[in-house]
């Protein structure tokens, strides 16, 4: 099992930039891989971005693609979501999720809190 707690969230102008941080509990941390998702009110969450547990393997959404660059140091137990560019349509509620590989919320047992990052214009 590992636990997750989402950081660096905030509010930032429209083309500023964030760094989310991801940290996990439990000596296991090296062996999930570890999704980003977000949820802006009234919508679904949505998919962000995944890394394979080594790294090996990325993938985003087509709506951060170019933007958004997500990272993990296994070492210190953390995943990172460097977003840069920032748009107005950002902003929500972020998440990071382990236990899964996929784009669907449903396929991850582990959940952090959630971190709130507002794009202001």
């Known amino acids: 099992q590992v636990q997750l707690v989402e950081s660096g969230g905030g509010m930032v102008q429209a083309g500023g930039s964030l760094r989310l941080s991801c940290g996990a509990s439990?000596?296991?941390?090296?062996?999930?891989?570890i999704a980003w998702f977000r949820q802006a009110p009234g919508k679904e969450r949505e998919f962000v971005a995944r890394?394979?547990?080594?790294?090996?393997?990325?993938y985003y959404a087509d709506s951060v693609k170019g933007r958004f660059t997500v990272s993990r140091d296994n070492a210190k137990n953390t995943v990172y979501l460097q977003m840069n560019t920032l748009k107005l349509e950002d902003t929500a509620v972020y998440f990071c999720?382990?236990?899964?590989?996929?784009?669907?919320?449903?396929?991850?047992?582990?959940w952090g809190q959630g971190t709130q990052v507002t794009v202001s214009s």
């Open positions: 890394i394979r547990w080594n790294g090996e393997q990325i």
């Open positions: 999720a382990a236990g899964g590989w996929g784009i669907y919320p449903s396929g991850y047992p582990y």
């Open positions: 439990g000596r296991t941390f090296s062996n999930y891989n």
